[in-house]
């Protein structure tokens, strides 16, 4: 039995790690599965992670993140043939524009079952209202022919309704899972991750992990950091990710006079090292689906801010393992930080509860939840299971 899971781009993030872990995870359920994804770009590419991890990884040079429509007929057709000639039985798609292509063709194909994950979605934070609604409508369409819609939070499921997408037994809530022994042994002591990155013991370290985007908000955090820095002097922010706002980013930080208190590492595929020297992790997006750097923070006891937007609110109990602040809001950004930055017990008490709760979003959590729906709708279908391996 074959199936296929479909991703725009096998670029560092945490829809493309979700995805590998998805296949592997049906790969030892004894299913034959095909991992198929688009243009990476510029983008760091995790496509020979993926293969190192057993899987059999096929790249389709004509599906890309941007409308093209030359393109996206290529890619739907390139889908199809590929359904076909692999007598694809069950099809996953992953992300917007793969959602959509690969869902058409797997209906066009005759496909029995038919899975999407949005991995957030593109309802804000994004595009223009005039394209955001061309979105919207494509996902309705796309919606009537899906078996079922994996969210990563039940805040996913009402979004999504509240824009006429899906029905509400189309929605199942699977929280993306993470490695919680893999990074708690990946991440060094405290002391040991601090001496790496030459930050000594008085510096209040800010670690932002993510894309260097619009839509992840490190701008707001920037400017935030040339507000805290009059109540906690120490403090100090280091982005891990890159991006196109690279430059922007450094340029803001200068202009604020606070270009000597941020460093950039640039993208990591391994971000243990970087969290495990922090003394507080900022999330501060404008829109995301889940927020998995919370959840590798939590792991590892840190306490986190972030925005109250997308998933976030399912991750982070506010007042309990973080703090939870509106969108592009500087100031309130800065009190948030300031608050923690300031109580060593606070983090500390923050920190142990975040430890507690990460279980809740463990990779052994996910995969047991998502191979069940997976036998559920294939007994639905009389697919019967394969034997593992």
Same mark, same amino acid.
């Given at each position: 039995m074959t199936a296929l899971h479909l991703i725009t781009r096998l670029s560092l993030g945490g829809p493309s790690l979700n995805t590998i872990d998805s296949v592997v995870a049906l790969d030892r359920a004894g299913w034959r599965t095909i991992l198929a994804a688009g243009s990476v770009g510029a983008e760091i590419s995790v496509v020979d992670q993926a293969r190192s991890r057993g899987c059999r990884t096929v790249l389709l040079p004509a599906l890309t993140r941007e409308v093209s429509p030359a393109r996206d007929l290529l890619a739907l057709w390139q889908v199809f043939r590929l359904?076909?000639?692999?007598?694809?039985?069950?099809v996953h798609t992953h992300t917007s524009k793969?959602?959509?292509?690969? !869902? /058409?063709?797997a209906w066009l194909a005759g496909v029995p079952v038919i899975l999407h994950t949005p991995h957030g979605h593109i309802f804000y934070g994004y595009y223009g209202p005039a394209l955001t609604a061309v979105f919207v409508g494509l996902e309705r369409l796309a919606a009537r022919i899906t078996d079922r819609i994996v969210v990563l939070t039940e805040l996913g499921t009402e979004e999504h309704l509240a824009r006429g997408i899906g !029905?509400? @037994?189309?929605?199942?809530?699977?929280? *993306? $899972?993470?490695? %919680?022994? =893999? %990074?708690? !042994? @990946?991440?060094?002591?405290?002391?040991? =991750? !601090? $001496?790496? %990155?030459g930050v000594d013991a008085e510096t209040c370290l800010i670690v932002g992990v993510g894309r260097l985007v619009p839509v992840k908000g490190f701008q707001s955090l920037v400017k935030a950091l040339s507000l805290i820095l009059s109540?906690?002097? *120490?403090?100090r922010l280091l982005l891990v990710g890159d991006g196109p706002l690279h430059a922007d980013l450094v340029a803001e930080a200068q202009a604020l006079g606070v270009g000597n208190r941020l460093e950039m590492a640039g993208a990591q595929l391994d971000p243990a090292p970087f969290l495990a020297a922090a003394d507080l992790v900022v999330v501060p997006s404008l829109n995301e689906g889940m927020g998995? =750097?919370?959840?590798? =923070?939590?792991? /590892?006891g840190l306490p986190v801010v972030a925005t109250r937007v997308g998933g976030i609110p399912?991750?982070?109990?506010? $007042?309990?393992?973080? *703090? /939870?602040?509106p969108a592009d809001d500087p100031p309130a950004l800065a009190r948030a930080m300031a608050e923690l %930055? @300031?109580?060593?017990? /606070?983090?500390q008490r923050m920190g142990e509860a975040g430890r507690r709760r990460a279980e809740q979003f463990s990779l052994a959590a996910m995969e047991s939840r998502l191979l069940g729906l997976y036998q559920e709708l294939c007994a639905q279908k009389g697919l019967g299971w394969p034997r593992a391996s």
């Open positions: 359904i076909r000639r692999e007598r694809v039985v069950l793969a959602g959509f292509v690969g !869902r /058409l063709a !029905r509400p @037994k189309q929605f199942v809530v699977i929280p *993306s $899972g993470v490695d %919680l022994e =893999a %990074l708690r !042994r @990946k991440a060094p002591p405290y002391e040991t =991750a !601090r $001496g790496r %990155l109540v906690v002097p *120490s403090a998995r =750097a919370l959840v590798e =923070a939590m792991a /590892l399912a991750v982070v109990a506010d $007042g309990e393992t973080g *703090s /939870l602040v %930055l @300031k109580d060593p017990g /606070l983090r």
